[in-house]
């Protein structure tokens, strides 16, 4: 799978902090596993992913209310810009998610953050050997990446009816498959 040029360009124009980008792209990474799985579209879902936190570095304070006005000057439409906004329902925003893509991206924004501390903190740096075990563990213990809030990932479990170990799973293979990328 492949990251969205146009996405990417869109991404890098607003967020310098290079963990932000690799932050998209492991959700990226994630949504595109889940919209292959579900035989959606992939690209589209992958582009949705990345630009989640479009607005995030330069905009902290708006964070999800400034995205509209940078994703519509991209020329993405109100069904992508709706997406990206109600990943923060109830932190930032009142917008909720209602389509199974904004629910998988609500559920799995935290969780990447989550895996992708726990595989810098693996012997082998890396997310090609890490088990739903050992993440699950990290969720467990709240001093761990405590900036994730864990409450959101139990809430978008409840949303899409899947279990934890289930996302968790998931979350894992989507980054795997852009490990190089994404550096673990």
Not at 89 to 111: F, Q, S
Not at 149 to 178: P, Q, S
Request: charge should be negative.
């Amino acid at each position: 799978m492949a990251m969205d040029e146009k996405a990417l360009a869109v991404l890098r124009k607003y967020n310098q902090n290079e963990a932000l980008v690799k932050h998209g792209m492991a959700v990226s990474a994630i949504m595109q596993y889940f919209a292959a799985e579900a035989g959606e579209d992939v690209a589209y879902w992958g582009a949705v992913g990345l630009l989640h936190d479009v607005d995030y570095e330069l905009y902290p304070e708006e964070h999800c209310k400034k995205a509209p006005e940078l994703l519509q000057e991209a020329g993405y439409d109100d069904a992508f810009i709706h997406a990206v906004v109600c990943h923060a329902y109830g932190l930032c925003v009142d917008v909720a998610p209602e389509l199974y893509m904004e629910k998988v991206l609500y559920t799995i924004d935290e969780m990447a953050g989550l895996i992708n501390a726990a595989a810098l903190m693996r012997p082998s740096r890396s997310v090609m050997d890490m088990e739903v075990k050992s993440v699950k563990k990290k969720f467990k213990d709240n001093h761990f990446a405590a900036g994730v809030n864990r409450d959101v990932i139990k809430n978008g479990c409840e949303m899409l009816g899947v279990e934890l170990d289930v996302i968790i799973e998931k979350c894992i293979m989507g980054m795997r498959a852009e490990h190089e990328i994404l550096g673990l």
